[in-house]
């Protein structure tokens, strides 16, 4: 069994030149506003209040690192983690959202040390808009050394029949409840295995 043993909260940069060198590899969780990027990444981690959640859209302002060391059987991994704000809301004028959304495509482009981005999608609204945008840009930017994974969240608010319909759709989709740890163990192998695992090795 793979696991996050250790996780640590390294800095927050509100500006490029604020960030940390590109010394590990890392995963950025990309996705709206209140989609639960913070909240997965305290689930995945086992550490509630790590990464700061909240009810209200854009919570997280800034870039946020953790330092994160995976275990598989006696081998330790490290990782780094990145919480990002979310794309399309930001409680401020008009003209600093803009700045905003510049610094988070432009790290997003240009940070060559994100191996994995997880594009996070409410599995409540699947097919919504920015997200489609999200996905285009992800495309659009990712090299041959950097992958793109889909994960659902708050799978905990969908009936059976939803979660059917969903699966209808995107039948190898990984579906997590960050809230109550559904899915969460099936994300940490996902994730590991895009960082470490054989297919990952050229
Ligand atoms: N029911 C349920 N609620 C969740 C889940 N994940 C997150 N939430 C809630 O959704 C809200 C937003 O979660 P965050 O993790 O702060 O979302 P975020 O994507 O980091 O939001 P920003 O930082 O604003 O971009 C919070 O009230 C969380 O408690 C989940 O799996 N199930
Ligand atoms: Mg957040």
Redesign the pocket.
Same mark, same amino acid.
């Given at each position: 069994m793979i696991t996050i043993k250790e996780a640590n909260f390294v800095k927050s940069a509100e500006k490029m030149d604020q960030v940390l060198d590109e010394d590990s590899i890392e995963v950025a969780f990309i996705?709206r %506003?209140?989609?639960?990027? %913070?909240?997965?990444i305290n689930a995945l981690t086992n550490r509630k209040g790590l990464a700061k959640?909240?009810?209200t859209?854009?919570? #997280?302002r800034l870039i946020n690192f953790f330092d994160i060391v995976f275990k598989k059987g006696d081998e330790d991994y490290g990782a780094r983690l990145v919480?990002l704000?979310?794309f399309g809301?930001a409680r401020v004028s008009k003209s600093m959202k803009h700045e905003w959304q510049k610094t988070l495509t432009k790290f997003i482009k240009e940070r060559e040390s994100i191996k994995l981005f997880v594009h996070?999608v409410d599995s409540r609204h699947p097919e919504l808009e920015i997200d489609k945008e999200v996905s285009a840009y992800l495309h659009e930017i990712c090299s041959v050394e950097q992958k793109i994974v889909v994960i659902f #969240?708050?799978?905990?608010?969908l009936k059976q029949k939803d979660v059917s319909a969903l699966k209808k759709i995107y039948p190898n989709c990984l579906m997590?409840? %960050? %809230?109550?740890g559904k899915g969460i163990q099936k994300a940490i192998d996902l994730i590991f295995d895009a960082l470490f695992g054989e297919t990952n090795l050229d």
């Open positions: 996705g %506003s209140n989609v639960g990027k %913070s909240s997965i959640s909240s009810s859209p854009g919570k #997280t919480d704000p979310g809301y996070l #969240t708050k799978a905990d608010k997590v409840s %960050s %809230s109550k």
